[in-house]
């Protein structure tokens, strides 16, 4: 068994801020619990915990890791580092003060876009999101900081995918990845609304692909994300997919627990992560 086989090895770490969110999305599949934020010092604590998995890449997301004050005295914690960072982030927090340590620490910021001004709106429940979006995607291409934009694809906002791409082709992006819809968290309660068949989510997404090469586009089905997540909330607790019901989550404990990568692995695959690590990875490095 070699070193990236071996059991205890997580390529890809995702690390959640999941008390809550600033932001009201019916289409959103975080689990937010209001169990606590924790602080920079049990931050701290778990990375230390994951740098025992020799992960490759952590992602930190929410929500919007921005909205917590200390996140930003983390990020410079971790400047010595050798890990790919990426920040998912919605920029309601986001301060133009940001902009040193990202360009410092941070390999991948990743935004949220689901369509042009009107769509995106009816979708965020926030008539000056898409503004703000658009205004930070200037302003981290500008200072040369990598930029992937996530788009989750519905039954709403399908057939606006085109008009999206010709917003974004406007911009120096590393990628745009397109989700299709998940029920699952809260989204599960808005199935009606969003979901989608797979055959018409490939098929216009592969259209998308096909017409435009201003970025690499990633087209990612449920069955290619949901054993790739090793969740991790900002208190420490464990989380992934229950590979009996791919609409639930299941929490296998906590980060310090001696046999939780055993306890996940029941229900994840590390080859998943590691391909999906990789792909992070190459947005920056080809």
Same mark, same amino acid.
């Given at each position: 068994?070699?070193?990236?086989?071996?059991?205890?090895?997580?390529?890809?770490?995702?690390?959640?801020?999941?008390?809550?969110?600033?932001?009201?999305?019916?289409?959103?599949?975080?689990?937010?619990?209001?169990?606590?934020?924790?602080?920079?010092?049990?931050?701290?604590?778990?990375?230390?915990?994951?740098?025992?998995?020799?992960?490759?890449?952590?992602?930190?997301?929410?929500?919007?890791?921005?909205?917590?004050?200390?996140?930003?005295?983390?990020? /410079? =914690? @971790?400047?010595? *580092? !050798?890990?790919?960072?990426? $920040?998912? #982030?919605?920029?309601?927090?986001?301060?133009?003060?940001? +902009?040193?340590?990202?360009?410092?620490?941070?390999?991948?910021?990743?935004?949220?876009?689901?369509?042009?001004?009107?769509?995106?709106?009816?979708?965020?429940?926030?008539?000056?999101?898409?503004?703000?979006?658009?205004?930070?995607? /200037? =302003? @981290?291409?500008? *200072? !040369?900081?990598?930029?992937? $934009?996530? #788009?989750?694809?519905?039954?709403?906002?399908?057939?606006? +995918?085109?008009?999206?791409?010709?917003?974004?082709?406007?911009?120096?992006?590393?990628?745009?990845?397109?989700?299709?819809?998940?029920?699952?968290?809260?989204?599960?309660?808005?199935?009606?609304?969003?979901?989608?068949?797979?055959?018409?989510? @490939?098929?216009?997404?592969?259209?998308?692909?096909?017409?435009?090469?201003?970025?690499?586009?990633?087209?990612?089905?449920?069955?290619?994300?949901?054993?790739?997540?090793?969740?991790?909330?900002?208190?420490?607790?464990?989380?992934?997919?229950?590979?009996?019901?791919?609409?639930?989550?299941?929490?296998?404990?906590?980060?310090?627990?001696?046999?939780?990568?055993?306890?996940?692995?029941?229900?994840?695959?590390?080859?998943?992560?590691?391909?999906?690590?990789?792909?992070?990875?190459?947005?920056?490095?080809?």
């Amino acid at each position: 068994m070699n070193k990236r086989e071996r059991p205890f090895n997580i390529d890809r770490i995702i690390f959640n801020f999941t008390d809550h969110c600033n932001m009201r999305c019916d289409f959103c599949f975080i689990p937010f619990d209001r169990k606590g934020c924790g602080n920079l010092r049990l931050w701290l604590k778990i990375i230390n915990r994951c740098k025992e998995w020799h992960p490759r890449s952590i992602t930190f997301g929410g929500g919007d890791p921005f909205a917590y004050n200390e996140f930003p005295l983390l990020l /410079k =914690k @971790l400047i010595q *580092e !050798k890990l790919f960072l990426q $920040v998912d #982030t919605n920029c309601l927090g986001l301060k133009d003060q940001h +902009l040193s340590i990202l360009k410092q620490v941070v390999k991948l910021i990743s935004v949220p876009l689901e369509g042009p001004k009107p769509v995106h709106t009816a979708m965020r429940n926030d008539s000056n999101h898409f503004d703000l979006i658009i205004k930070w995607i /200037k =302003k @981290l291409t500008k *200072e !040369k900081i990598g930029v992937k $934009v996530n #788009t989750v694809v519905t039954e709403f906002n399908l057939k606006y +995918l085109d008009n999206l791409a010709k917003i974004l082709r406007e911009f120096p992006i590393k990628a745009w990845s397109l989700y299709q819809f998940w029920p699952i968290g809260w989204g599960k309660h808005y199935r009606r609304k969003f979901e989608l068949k797979i055959k018409d989510f @490939l098929l216009i997404t592969s259209k998308i692909k096909e017409k435009y090469d201003f970025t690499d586009i990633e087209i990612s089905t449920i069955s290619d994300r949901w054993s790739s997540y090793f969740l991790i909330s900002s208190v420490g607790r464990i989380y992934g997919i229950n590979k009996l019901n791919f609409e639930e989550y299941i929490e296998f404990g906590d980060v310090f627990e001696e046999n939780i990568i055993l306890k996940w692995r029941k229900h994840g695959d590390p080859k998943a992560i590691l391909k999906r690590s990789n792909l992070r990875i190459a947005l920056i490095t080809d």
